[in-house]
Nanobody, 126 residues
Framework: VQLVESGGGLVQAGGSLRLSCVASGFTLDDYAIGWFRQAPGKEREGVSCISGSDGSTYYEDPVKGRFTISRDNIKNTVYLQMNSLQPEDTAVYYC????????????????????WGQGTQVTVSS
């Protein structure tokens, strides 16, 4: 099982990026994929999650209305379209897999996620 992220970069505030998470060794139909991020000096936090069974999507409040998670089962890839980026979105973004998306009080539960990718840096300049 392996996940590889790509698509990060430097963008001005208000700009957009699309991150990709390519999965190998399993099929997206069977597992959820979550996106997480970690800014310098801060703990890793959840961003979004898409379930494997029915494609249900979940977002944490800071990104609702700006980010969109989607998947392409043929390419075995999950995307994170990020619009209206702000400097506070600057972080290393990671994808990981779990059996389900578990959300408690609006927070994606990170504990069960595994097979973390290496991360991709997103930098938003003001």
């Amino acid at each position: 099982v392996q996940l590889v992220e790509s698509g990060g970069g430097l963008v001005q505030a208000g700009g957009s990026l699309r991150l990709s998470c390519v999965a190998s060794g399993f099929t997206l139909d069977d597992y959820a994929i979550g996106w997480f991020r970690q800014a310098p000096g801060k703990e890793r936090e959840g961003v979004s999650c898409i379930s494997g069974s029915d494609g249900s999507t979940y977002y944490e409040d800071p990104v609702k209305g700006r980010f969109t998670i989607s998947r392409d089962n043929i390419k075995n890839t999950v995307y994170l379209q990020m619009n209206s980026l702000q400097p506070e979105d600057t972080a290393v973004y990671y994808c990981a897999t779990d059996r389900w998306c578990t959300v408690v009080a609006g927070t994606i539960v990170m504990a069960g996620f595994n097979s973390w990718g290496q991360g991709t840096q997103v930098t938003v300049s003001s």
